[in-house]
């Protein structure tokens, strides 16, 4: 296979690949635009992680420090990033040890982005985070 569909047409190139593998035709294989394709897959899939802990954290932050302000719309998006955060460690059970390490960094970026959304001094939201990560995940904790 030549090194240029890749850029050229990349779903050809996908279909081409996947026939390769299954015909067992490694040697025909373009191996430096498939090894890149895998690892931009990992990383896609923890980009994902972070971005839907950051939603997470700055909603329930929100939800906790404007009680007056709360709506279903809040719970449905806490609902929602809960979920989508489920199905990444259902399929990808090791993406778990990767939202323990980016937890806390996570949780100074929500911190920052609820005091911008809500519009409440930065120091209204605690530099440590004050939910667990087991409550974070869990589809029925509502911060009160």
């Not at 490694?26 to 950051?54: F, P, Q, Y």
């Not at 259902?90 to 980016?102: C, G, I, M, N, T």
Request: proline share 5%; hydrophobic share 30%; with cysteine.
């Amino acid at each position: 296979m030549k090194t240029n569909l890749y850029d050229k047409d990349y779903c050809l190139w996908l279909e081409e690949t996947v026939q390769l593998l299954r015909e067992g035709r490694l040697t025909e294989l373009d191996i430096n635009n498939l090894i890149e394709e895998i690892e931009d897959m990992g990383r896609s899939e923890k980009k994902a992680v972070k971005s839907n802990l950051k939603i997470l954290l700055c909603h329930l932050l929100k939800y906790k420090y404007q009680p007056e302000r709360r709506s279903r719309s809040w719970r449905s998006t806490i609902f929602e990033h809960r979920d989508r955060l489920d199905d990444d460690f259902a399929d990808s059970p090791s993406l778990k040890r990767y939202f323990d390490e980016v937890f806390e960094p996570c949780y100074q970026k929500a911190r920052k982005q609820a005091s911008i959304e809500t519009g409440l001094p930065l120091t209204t939201f605690p530099i440590n985070c004050p939910f667990t990560s087991e409550r974070v995940l869990n589809m029925d904790y509502l911060p009160e």
